[in-house]
């Protein structure tokens, strides 16, 4: 079983920072593609940015300049750092990886259960 764990949401002023952690546990043979998506009310699932294994990063227009993904592969965990909140960006962020289970020959997406951000103006 694959596990994905969502941590630092909260509530932050418009013009203020979070940094969101993703923790990947379980049966993993390799993670290649782990990202961030988040999800207004009422809206669609978006996507927020990427990153491969190799580090190639891949970013919303809407958070580009603001927003920064990173990871530690020795610790299967990928980093969002939001800077210059806007309220927005208020949503609940999920974390997605694309993971290889048992032997490697399997992979899928797995998701996070998501944190919530709250941006006020």
């Known amino acids: 079983q694959v596990q994905l764990v969502e941590s630092g949401g909260g509530l932050v002023q418009a013009g203020g920072s979070l940094r969101l952690s993703c923790a990947a546990s379980?049966?993993?043979?390799?993670?290649?593609?782990m990202g961030w998506y988040r999800q207004a009310p009422g809206k669609q699932r978006e996507l927020v940015t990427t990153i491969t294994d190799g580090g190639s990063t891949n970013y919303a227009d809407s958070v580009k300049g603001r927003f920064t993904i990173s990871r530690d592969n020795a610790k299967n965990t990928v980093y969002l750092q939001m800077n210059s909140l806007k309220p927005e960006d208020t949503a609940v962020y999920y974390c997605g990886a694309t993971i290889a289970v048992g032997d490697g020959y399997n992979s899928r997406r797995y998701w996070g259960q998501g944190t919530q951000v709250t941006v006020s103006s």
């Open positions: 379980g049966s993993i043979f390799s993670i290649n593609v």
